[in-house]
């Protein structure tokens, strides 16, 4: 990476929790922190903490053009780019809605890629290094997450190939994989549940666990706090690890994924109440 002082590092999605703790962990070890939201008042509170806030959609062409000219006219060079900005859409796969569908992938797939592209024409010359956000949730998929589940998935393969193909460039890419982080994460997955959870569900009897899933990263959740600490260490090591996973379930979750088939999908049918059977009984 280069030495430039102060670093220049970008972090995505700082309205609140993963976000914003990380571009204070960097703040407070000395870097020029460019913190990105969409709302004025999130813009603002970000100010007020110090960072450099930038507004950002990460999904609107027209808002990352005029990012990437507001941080230019700024820094001749970038560091470091953090994607962490992401939701997750939770729901029966069968009932997702395109709209949706399209709105995640934009969000935790496209976006993600499009912005690490942008980054890696300014690091071209002095190297740097890009951090996506994953999840261990692309590691072990789960019933009513298996968009989310895949874009997570999506995005952890994109930073292997950009890993390998960025190397000969001075560029290293790091995959972070996190487990429960306390955020506001189950809030907006509870609101999705809401835009996608039709009235006449195949899944009706199965409300109270899709409502489950959404919540979960919210249960013995690891501090944000501790998160950012931990990630700052693995990001800014002098040979960084390609992929970290940090938090509570981080473990556990991709050991359940190396179990068989069979007993994965029992385990995960039980705990999710899919073990009822739907096909109507025929009289002989």
């Keep these: 990476m280069a030495t430039h002082y102060p670093p220049v590092v970008i972090v995505t999605g700082c309205s609140s929790g993963i976000g914003q703790a990380l571009a204070l962990a960097f703040h407070h070890h000395g870097y020029r922190v460019y913190a990105t939201a969409r709302r004025s008042e999130d813009l603002a509170q970000l100010s007020a903490l110090g960072l450099h806030a930038l507004p950002l959609d990460v999904c609107d062409p027209a808002s990352r053009a005029a990012f990437w000219a507001a941080l230019d006219a700024q820094e001749d060079h970038v560091d470091i780019l953090i994607n962490n900005a992401g939701y997750g859409a939770m729901g029966p796969t069968v009932e997702m809605p395109e709209a949706e569908l399209e709105r995640q992938f934009a969000t935790n797939v496209f976006a993600p890629l499009l912005m690490a592209q942008a980054a890696a024409a300014r690091m071209r010359q002095g190297g740097g290094r890009i951090v996506n956000i994953g999840s261990v949730s692309g590691v072990l998929t789960t019933p009513f997450a298996g968009v989310y589940c895949a874009t997570k998935a999506a995005l952890h393969s994109l930073s292997d190939a950009l890993r390998m193909e960025l190397a000969p460039f001075g560029i290293a890419v790091i995959t972070i994989q996190p487990g429960a982080i306390r955020s506001r994460f189950g809030d907006h997955a509870s609101e999705a549940v809401e835009r996608v959870l039709r009235a006449d569900s195949w899944y ?81």
């Design 204 to 284: 009706d009897r199965c409300r109270e666990a899709i409502y489950g899933r959404a919540r979960a990263s919210q249960r013995r959740a690891t501090s944000a706090e501790t998160f950012a600490r931990i990630c700052y260490r693995a990001v800014t090591a002098p040979r960084p690890r390609a992929m970290v996973r940090i938090g509570n379930g981080s473990s556990l979750m991709p050991l359940l994924a190396r179990l068989p088939i069979p007993w994965r999908d029992r385990l995960l049918r039980r705990q999710f109440g899919l073990q009822f059977s739907a096909i109507p009984e025929h009289s002989p």
